[in-house]
């Protein structure tokens, strides 16, 4: 996420390509701050609907062993889901509290 000159990102090229897998000029200074707003927003979006849906499958009597890798093969698939389904299964006690588990903290209802 870069904003700034044409001439600051060419000349950041090679530092750019040694800590990022991909980068874009996203246009001015701010461009790329803007652009980081919009992939938080749609983070958090993605981490409520997955403790929505997580929520509904326990009220519903889901096994969630055997749900998420259902989920992950379907179009509810997600990086959040994918990333904290298993340390969700593993947890032991109330997650809200855990400071161990800070982003499963957005999976708890």
Not at 62 to 74: G, K, S
Request: hydrophobic letters at 55%; one cysteine or more; charged letters at 15%.
């Amino acid at each position: 996420f870069c904003g700034g000159g044409a001439s600051a990102f060419a000349a950041a090229g090679e530092v750019l390509e040694g800590i990022a897998a991909t980068s874009a000029l996203l246009g001015g200074p701010g461009a790329g701050a803007g652009a980081k707003l919009v992939n938080q927003a749609l983070v958090a979006a993605n981490a409520n609907g997955a403790a929505e849906g997580l929520a509904l499958a326990d009220a519903l009597g889901c096994d969630r062993a055997a749900l998420l890798p259902l989920l992950d093969a379907a179009w509810a698939q997600s990086t959040m889901l994918k990333r904290s389904g298993d340390l969700i299964l593993e947890a032991t006690g109330d997650l809200a509290f855990e400071a161990s588990a800070a982003p499963l903290r957005n999976f708890a209802k």
